[in-house]
């Protein structure tokens, strides 16, 4: 079983939608990244929770400690926010156990 | 401020060679950690190095082996390459160990390895 599940594994949505993508882990964590990787495989950190809500742009992330669950939302949704999506718990130090991504493609 | 640098890019070896894979850390980083990610997974942990001294490892075998410079740069070596060595190699670094430090976590865009 992995430390770190995700779901959906792939989504494909209509352009202006509103996208949910869900992470839950089975480990005592840090903290909980969520991280994009486009094709060619470079990533950005788009945000580090470790309790609560972090809003940036269109882009909204929640996490539940109690719970051991995490959300990444997308809000009207654009075909550039095409890209794979990883949920990553940090636990000691700066080791990490990742999600197998979530494949998002949103068409115009 | 300069972000994490990998090289190469784009990598083909034969089977039972070996390989080194490079990273520089961003300026003002001192901890660099090595992943693995297969083709449709995500990454795995390989080593972490903080001050040239390797501070935890994933499961993967002593084939694999790291070393980090003075100037925190490094490098990831991979000994008798076996075809499922094939994968995006990625490199993150960050300063210190503690779990709060953040913001500072930065990856590379990753070298692709393909072993024939």
């Known amino acids: 079983k992995n430390e770190v599940e995700q779901s959906p594994q792939n989504l494909t949505a209509q352009e202006g939608e509103f996208i949910t993508i869900n992470c839950s882990y089975s480990?005592?964590?840090?903290?909980l990244h969520w991280l994009q990787q486009h094709p060619g495989g470079g990533i950005v950190s788009l945000f580090m929770?470790?309790?609560g809500k972090k809003k940036h742009g269109r882009l909204i992330a929640t996490i539940n400690i109690q719970e051991k669950h995490s959300s990444l939302h997308i809000t009207a949704s654009h075909p550039r926010d095409s890209a794979v999506y990883i949920c990553?718990?940090?636990?000691?130090?700066?080791?990490?156990?990742f999600g197998t991504g979530t494949s998002l493609t949103v068409i115009p | 401020e300069t972000g994490v640098t990998q090289s190469p890019t784009h990598l083909i070896k034969t089977r039972g060679q070996q390989v080194t894979l490079r990273c520089s850390s961003q300026?003002?980083?001192?901890?660099v950690s090595w992943y693995q990610q297969a083709l449709g997974q995500g990454p795995q942990f390989i080593f972490q190095?903080?001050?040239?001294?390797?501070?935890g490892r994933g499961n993967f075998p002593p084939r694999f082996s790291g070393l980090q410079f003075p100037n925190y740069s490094s490098e990831l070596n991979v000994n008798a390459l076996e075809l499922d060595d094939s994968a995006l190699y990625l490199c993150?670094?960050?300063?210190?160990?503690?779990?709060?430090?953040?913001?500072?976590?930065?990856f590379g865009s990753g070298t692709r390895l393909t072993v024939v």
């Open positions: 190095y903080y001050r040239e001294e390797e501070n």
């Open positions: 990553a718990v940090r636990i000691t130090g700066n080791q990490f156990y």
């Open positions: 929770l470790s309790s």
């Open positions: 300026s003002g980083h001192n901890t």
């Open positions: 480990v005592g964590i840090s903290a």
């Open positions: 993150a670094s960050s300063f210190g160990l503690s779990g709060q430090s953040n913001y500072g976590y930065t």
